[in-house]
Structures are given as C-alpha cells and as structure tokens.
C-alpha cells in the first residue's frame, strides 16, 4: 500500500542554504535532493548502495544519498557536488579531473569527486593505494579508474606542495 | 605544426589536431552540471513503471489491471496485448525466416520468454505510486519449461520459444574461406580443442536506460529525449509498428551516462512508452531501475565454440582453423543476428590463417536479449582466435610470442586482404608486441616465474591479448545474413554553422556517452577555419530537428573518429569556402588571396584588408540588400556535410567484401599471481599497446584504451551473467554482479604507435571498443600459470573457484585438448 499520508517536516543545511521541506516518509534523500531541490548532480546509477554516483557529505561524513530516508537527514548538514565550486571556480580536485582526463562519460563524477573531496580532508597526502582504497564505493565504468587516481593524486601535490613545482613538474 | 591536405582544400593548417587539449565537456560535468536524461522532463509528465515477469518462460493466462487502476493517482495501464492492438505490424526484423518468425512487439503477447519480460506498463503521478501499481496489475502465469543452455536450444526436441518460427534456430550459415579440409590433411599437426565458451556480461553503463516521451495528439509528433544512442535506427524498427513516420519523431539526447553498446537495446521500452502517452494524453518518464537494467537492458553475446580443429605446421605457422560456433540471442533479437556477421570483419584475428569455416548457429533462449556490447561480435571471436594461438604454442612446446610473431599480419603486408575480402588498412603488431613486453617486464617476469618454481603455492603467468577493433562498418554485411535488407555503407553528418553574430556552431547526428565529441570535433573546426576550439560550440547530443543526420547516425562501432570527424570536417571546408567566397566579395579581392585566421578572413599582405566573422554573418543574416543574388545562393553559412565512407556491397553468397574500413590494433600484456590454494588471481602489470592511426586527441584516446582494459579485466576476472536451470539470473543487481572497483583493476601502462589509416579524411581509425584485449590477455596468462601440461583455459570468465578446478583438475580427467601429428604416432597429450 501506498503510504501517501505519511510525510514529515525537515530543516536540512544543504551546501549552506537552510531548506524546510514536507517530505514523503518513503522519500530517498537522493529522490529529495535531485527531485525536491533540483540538485541533479547527485545521479542514481543502482539501487543497492553498491555505485556510490549519489555520494554526498552528510554532517562531515561520507554518505550514500540512496540508503538514507530524508527524514533521517533532517537536522544535517549537506554537502553536494554543486557546492564544490560554489564560488565559481573549480576546486583543486575539479580541475585536477579536467586536466588529468579524470572523467569520461561524467556520470560517476560528482560521488566520484565528493568521496576525494572527503578523503583530502582525512588524509591530506594520501598514496595511490589510499586512494584507490577510499573510492572503492564509486564505482566508474569508462575510465578504469587510472586517470581518476592521477587526477587525485595531483590534487594533493597541488594542494600541499604548490602549484609552481607541480607545473615545474609538468613542464619537465 | 604539420602542413597537410584536407579533404577540399589546399592548406588547412593542423594545429589543434593531435594534441590532448582538456575536454570541453568537463567544466559541466564536474559541476554536477550535465544533463542527464533522468535530470529533465516535461509538464504534466507521469511516471512509468514496468510489469515484468518472474518467470524465465510462461503462457500469459490472464491480467488483471482493476486493482492498480483504483488506486488514487495512477492514469493508465499498457497490457501486452492492448499494446499488440494499436500496432500495425511487430518491429522491423533483420532475420530472414525462420528468424524473421520469432515477433516482437513493445510489450510481452501471450507468453513471456526471459525474467523480467514486460507484460504491462502503468503510468502514474508519481515513481513511487507507479511502483507501487505495477504490484496491483496481477498476473496469472502458466509456467513452461526454461530453455537456457545455448547448444540443446539448436536441437529439435528442445521446447520452442516461438511456436510459429518451429524452431528455436534464428539463423544458421557456414563461412567457408580457402580450403581447411586440404589444411587439415596437409598440416604436420592437428590441435584439436573440444569446446571453448565465450561468457555473458554486460558493460553495464552506470546511468541505466531512461527517456521521457510525448506523444503530441495535436501534431502527431512522437518527443523523445532518452539516452538512446542509435536514435534513427529506433525510429526504423519502431516506427512502421506504432504507425509513426521518420519525420514525426523527434529524438533528442544530451549527456549520457555510458552507453557501450546496451543503449542500443531498449527501442521496445521506448515504443511502450509512446503508445502509454498516446493512451494517456501526457507526457511519460521512464527511468530504469539497475535491478530492472541487469535483468532485461540487454547483455553481451554469449558463444561456444565446438570441435575446433586447428591445423599448424611444425615451424608454427598456422594455416586455419575449422570450428562450429553457436551464439546465444536470448529472448528476443534486438539488434541479432547481426552478430553472426559482425565477428567476420575479423576472420583471422591479427593473423594470416588462409583457410577458415566456421559453421555458425545462432538461437533464441529464455534469457535476458543480447545487445551489441563493447566489442561486438569480434571480441568472441577474437578471443577464440587467441584461445588457439596460446593452445597451439603450449601444446606443441613453442614460444607463444614466436608464434605470434610467425602469423601476424607484417607491417609490409598492409593494405592486407582476408580470406573474406576484408582489408586491414594499416599497423605494425610485431612491434607493437615488443612494445608491451617491455611496458610489462616481460622478461623479468619470466625470469622471476622460473625463480619461484613449484611448491610456493603461488604461480606466476604471462600473457598478451592481441586483437582488432574493426571501425566504421559497412552496413551492406547485414545482406549476408539477410540479402533481402535494404542496407549498405554508412555514413555521418554534421553542420558547421556561422551563427548570427559570426559565432561558430557545430551539430553532429552521434550520441556521445563520454567520449569527448565535442572536443575533438571542435580541434577538427578549428584548425579548418583557423580559431581555436574555445571558439568552436559543439551541441551536447543528437536532435533530430537539427537534421544532422543519416540513418546510420549514432555513437557505437568504433567509428567517431572516421565518420563522425569526417562529417565535421568536410561541413567546417565547405563553411570555410563560404567565407571565403563571401570575404573575396566584400575585400574586394580574388578569392586565392584570402586567408581565413583568427576569427578574420584578411587578404594576404595587406592588413588593412580584413572582415570579421561577425561582419560576415551579418552580410548573408540580417544586411543582405543589394547582394548579388548568384553570391547568396551559394553562401548561406551554414554547412551540412554527409562523410560516406568508401564500400561496395558485400556478397551474400560467397560471404565476403570489405565489412569495415579501418582496423585498429591493440597489443596488451599482463602479468598474474595465481594462488594455488585459492584459486585467487591478481594482476600484477598490465601494459596496452593500441595503435589506432593518427590521434586527434591522444589523451582521450589514452582514455579510451583505460576504460576498455577495465572493462575487459573485469569481465576476465569478475563479471558474469548466470541464469540457473530455471532461467533465473544470477546476476540482478550490483550485489551479485560485481562491477570492478578501483581495487580491482591495476594501473595501465600504455604505449601507442600511430599507423595512419590510408583510408580515412584524417588518418585516423575508430578505437572505443578496444577489442576486448584484456579477457584474451587475462585468459592467455592464467594459461601460462596453470601450465603447459594443465587444462585448457576454456572459459572466457575465470573467478577464483574456475581458476582453483583448472589448478586441481583431476590429472586423469580431460584437458579439453589432443593434437594428432602427420609423422609418427599422435601425440595425444598426456595429463
């Protein structure tokens, strides 16, 4: 049976904006976050929990947006791919996905991007092997993952060791 | 900077092709920017939801749609038959009978033949009432008996999918090339290999199928936006069923999230949706469910290959090979038997094998339809191909690089023809192969297995996939399956615009799903019209009205780089000679003394003489009193070009001719640990060499050869589509079916060389597909592992447990091979 009664009223923090919303009991908080808002760049690609192309910061935790009901997320703050580059200019990873060929058919990116976003502030000089180990649950069918550590692993030289010795290193 | 001759024109300047300039497409996507098919709609749209059925095979007894429609907030349900009612004929079939028997229509009528069959599809205000109705369409099933295993459907006392085709075989024809039988007689060895199987997998895109139709009851125009990614070929196969011309179709995609191939498959879906609109008056979203997408999206043709008789002289050349092929189709034939064709692009893989037959079958069964897959069709055969070149080295104790090297095709041996008549337009595979044994350490490798010995419970293997990616088919190959189809060549078109305010705009009919066509089309425009490829808009997608297309047009067939660039290419020279001709008119000046640069068409070596691509626009758009009728006339700028490679048509009959222009090549070599105890296999180095012609971007390229190789390891080593004797997929979601994360699949070493293709506008070769190299690299190196008096590799998908029975097969059982030899008595391999 349908539950078309059942709905609740949450506050959420949703990169920076506080939103009040009535939502469906049933509601995914991906379905509330692409359908209610309009932040389509949080994509769907299984319903198992399994993809990760939902990924988003829940309260500074990584979280799977297709295994949590917005009802639980009421209270949270959270953050989206869309606020990666909220002042108009790409972040280190974003542009480090670009540059490095990072992406493909793009569809992994956004959950692909939050979960480096996160691991970046838990381990600001991670190894490939960290890197590999922390986007195990986004999954990406194009690109066989190689270029999606460089671009990571570029992101880290160019957050912590400047951008000058990374160019210098290009160049060379 | 290179100077070369374009098509049309005597100096165009190359300095954007041929260089890894970032992605245009990537400033959206990174953004959470691009738009998905699910990401839109339309006003007043209800969601659709199918009903599928649970059973592998059953009689459709009755359906009761009473209860959903009840229900507050559902408008309408589509039965299989209420379906069948409304359409004309059932879709457009490339079989002839008895293939051309087996009918389908956009929805399930009478009996359902794979689990997840749609029987019915409901519409409602929202996807979870959808969901929650098609639970209320109650269906009453009479179960029949599951037909799964791919030989014994061929046989006649097997149950029947369709009763009125009267046999469960779509298509059956032998390829018979030079004179096995004299090879067979005449070779110093006969390996003799029993049976080889191809698995099932799926390349499983991460954004499932989706589209939102609108059948408009004013016009009678049919919307479609979906991430369909053949669009006019749906619009052909569909079209005649729901009684809707060409022209009142209006296929539109934009980004899309993988396609792969599979995207090719649910035109059905898309057919049930526009008679669902047209029975509701609203606008219908569909967005596919990954439980629903692994179950009936489609997945990739499953083969086995019977009784191969392999005749080789003692030197190591091989001279053919004999098999019987049998190829499984699953429920229904979207897009089959094309594929009992399309592996001949590549008769003798890499090599110069002279006498072939393969006698080919192809059958229905209750599973899940087959769809092209990323390496279509070739990849099979390609991978059986290289099955028999590692089997022959380990049976007759000779070096599997040797015996390579003995047969490939040699790089003076180019233009080569086949045995079929096919041409392989250029390469170089014996230094490809140098080039990825010394990207993957071969030689310490063999070095450090020789170290390692026995009795360390590990085992080290070396093994090279070397394979083609045949791009830019002829369509006219379909005339050997069926010699009645209207089919020949191919073809692309595209329009390069001066806009308005001289802004510069391409359309392309393709339907690209990551593969940066917007990139590298806009390095092809700019380096014709002489800007730079920030200047260069390319639109995201295909959209019918922008009449940029053929019937071919689409992303798929590893051909972008040929058809689609050569589409943009002769559109951006024909664009370019407008503007030439324009400025000559309005400097003054012959059109010889013109030069297009920097947004400018100037008169050579005078400055002051100059018109800015906006001075231009505005002449023809909106200023265009007073110019000379004959000038207006021939310069509109806006240009539409229709490439059309070079083909004649192929013959049904002796089955041959040129079936594809271009072959790229992809050498890949790895390394793996195999643990005996488990069965366990890691990659330890992986090297991929691709040689696809001259580059346009080599980092996209670069890209693509990354994602076929993952694809591919993870295929080898750990995605598979099972069904159980009931026709129950094993394999339905990303629970069970695995798809290879980061800590699967290795780091690629790559390496290219580029052969330039004699046959393409730019050199150029199609490459998306990669061959599925990985599975014969994976295979040939497990091989390696279990060792040369050890079973035959037979299985194209090896987990632990398959891997753990090769290692700790009982030594009196089968090896699944025998070599007989001319001299002295057979040597019937000993275990």
């Not at chain 2, 934009?254 to 191939?261: C, S």
């Not at chain 2, 019987?324 to 590549?346: C, K, M, N, T």
């Not at chain 2, 008119?585 to 640069?597: F, G, H, N, Q």
């Not at chain 2, 994976?778 to 050890?790: M, P, W």
């Amino acid at each position: 049976m349908t539950e078309r009664g059942a709905s609740h009223a949450i506050t959420v923090i949703v990169n920076g904006e506080r939103v009040n919303r009535i939502v469906s009991a049933r509601q995914l908080l991906v379905h509330f976050l692409r359908d209610v808002l309009g932040l389509t760049g949080t994509h769907i690609g299984c319903d198992t929990g399994n993809c990760g192309a939902c990924t988003v910061v829940v309260d500074g935790k990584l979280v799977k947006s297709c295994m949590l009901l917005a009802p639980q997320a009421d209270g949270s703050t959270i953050e989206t791919v869309e606020s990666l580059a909220a002042d108009g200019q790409l972040s280190d990873l974003q542009r480090a996905f670009n540059e490095h060929h990072a992406l493909q058919c793009g569809y992994c990116t956004p959950g692909m991007l939050m979960s480096a976003t996160y691991l970046l502030r838990q381990n600001p000089d991670p190894s490939a092997d960290d890197v590999r180990r922390a986007i195990r649950g986004n999954v990406c069918r194009c690109t066989g993952y190689v270029n999606i550590v460089e671009a990571i692993r570029s992101a880290v030289s160019a957050g912590s060791a400047g951008r000058a010795a990374a160019g210098a290193a290009e160049e060379a | 900077m290179t100077i070369t001759k374009g098509p049309g024109t005597e100096q165009a300047i190359r300095t954007w092709s041929g260089r890894s300039i970032p992605r245009k497409e990537d400033a959206r996507l990174v953004k959470g920017q691009g738009s998905f098919v699910d990401d839109g709609g339309v006003q007043g749209q209800g969601f659709a939801w199918f009903v599928r059925s649970p059973h592998a095979h059953a009689r459709i007894v009755s359906i009761d749609c009473a209860p959903a429609l009840e229900m507050e907030g559902v408008y309408a349900v589509l039965t299989g038959e209420e379906a069948r009612q409304q359409c004309e004929t059932p879709f457009f079939a490339i079989a002839p009978p008895p293939g051309s028997l087996m009918a389908e229509w956009p929805l399930a009528v009478g009996k359902v033949r794979y689990q997840g069959d749609a029987v019915a599809v409901v519409l409602a205000e929202s996807r979870e009432t959808a969901r929650d109705a098609a639970e209320r369409v109650f269906v009453e099933y009479e179960p029949l008996p599951a037909v799964v295993d791919t030989v014994a459907a061929a046989d006649p006392t097997t149950p029947l999918l369709y009763d009125d085709a009267g046999t469960n075989v779509v298509w059956r024809g032998v390829f018979d090339y030079g004179d096995v039988d004299w090879a067979l007689e005449n070779a110093d060895h006969v390996v003799k290999i029993d049976r080889l199987h191809f698995h099932r997998f799926t390349s499983a895109p991460l954004e499932c199928n989706g589209a939102v139709v609108d059948y408009d009851l004013g016009t009678g125009v049919v919307n479609v936006m979906s991430n369909y990614q053949m669009p006019m070929f749906a619009s052909m196969v569909i079209g005649p069923t729901i009684g809707v011309p060409i022209n009142k179709f209006n296929f539109v995609t934009k980004d899309i999230g993988g396609a792969f191939g599979i995207k090719i498959g649910f035109f059905a879906q898309i057919a049930a949706l526009a008679l669902l609109s047209k029975k509701a008056g609203r606008a219908v979203k569909w967005t596919e469910y990954r439980t629903e997408h692994m179950l009936t999206a489609g997945h990739g043709n499953e083969r086995t290959f019977l009784d191969i008789e392999v005749p080789v002289m003692s030197d190591g050349t091989i001279l053919g090979v004999k098999v019987r092929a049998f190829d499984d189709a699953g429920a229904y034939l979207h897009y089959e038997p094309l594929g009992a064709v399309i592996w001949s692009q590549v008769v003798p893989g890499c090599y110069k094998l002279k006498h072939v037959r393969v006698d080919y079958t192809e059958v229905v069964t209750n599973k899940c339809p087959t769809v092209p897959n990323r390496g279509y069709s070739r990849m099979q055969h390609l991978w059986m191909i290289e099955r028999i070149i590692d089997i022959v080295a380990k049976e007759l104790r000779l070096d599997p690089v040797d015996v390579r090297k003995t047969n490939y095709v040699q790089p003076e041996d180019y233009p080569y023809r086949t045995p079929n008549d096919c041409v392989y337009d250029s390469g170089d595979l014996p230094r490809s192969l140098d080039i990825a044994l010394e990207l993957a350490h071969a030689e310490e490798w063999r070095a450090r297995q020789r170290e390692l010995g026995t009795g360390s419970g590990r085992r080290i293997g070396i093994g090279i996939g070397s394979t083609l990616d045949s791009g830019t088919n002829n369509f006219g190959q379909s005339r050997i399956i069926n010699p009645d189809l209207p089919f020949s060549g191919n073809g692309e078109a595209a329009i390069v615009k001066l806009d308005l305010f001289g802004e510069v705009n391409v359309n392309i009919g393709t339907t690209p799903q990551g593969q940066g066509h917007e990139t590298t089309a806009a390095q092809v425009t700019a380096d014709i019209l002489g800007i730079a490829p920030d200047m260069v808009t390319v639109s995201t997608g295909f959209n019918q009205a922008n009449n940029s297309y053929v019937g071919f047009s689409g992303t798929y067939a590893s051909q972008f780089a040929v058809s689609g660039l050569g589409a943009v290419m002769g559109a951006a020279e024909k664009l370019r000679h407008q503007i030439v001709k324009l400025a000559a008119y309005a400097l003054r000046a012959a059109e010889e003394e013109i030069d297009v640069s920097d947004g400018f068409a100037r008169v050579r070596g005078d400055e002051n003489r100059a018109i800015p691509f906006i001075g231009l626009a505005n002449m023809v758009y909106a200023n265009n009193a007073g110019l000379p009728a004959e000038l207006l006339s021939e310069v509109d700028l806006n240009a539409r070009y229709v490439y059309v490679p070079p083909f004649e048509v192929p013959d049904p009959v002796t089955k041959t001719g040129n079936l594809t222009l271009t072959y790229a090549s992809q050498v890949h070599v790895c390394v793996v640990e195999v643990d005996e105890e488990t069965g366990e296999v890691t990659l330890l180095e992986y090297a991929a060499v691709d040689d696809c012609g001259r580059r346009i971007n080599p980092m996209i390229v670069e890209g693509q050869v990354h994602g076929a190789t993952g694809l591919g390891i993870a295929a080898a080593l750990y995605e598979s589509l099972d069904y159980d004797a009931s026709g129950q997929l094993q394999q339905p979601s990303f629970y069970e079916y695995h798809a290879a994360t980061a800590l699967d699949i290795p780091h690629v070493d790559c390496g290219s060389i580029e052969s330039a293709s004699p046959f393409t506008p730019n050199g150029a070769k199609g490459m998306g597909e990669g061959g599925g190299a990985p599975l014969h690299a994976v295979c040939s190196a497990i091989q390696d592992a279990v060792g040369g008096d050890g079973p035959v590799v037979a299985d194209s998908h090896n987990h632990w447990a398959r891997v753990h029975e090769l290692l700790h097969r009982d030594p009196t059982a089968s090896r699944g091979v025998a070599v007989t030899s001319r001299e002295g008595p057979p040597r019937v391999a000993q275990s």
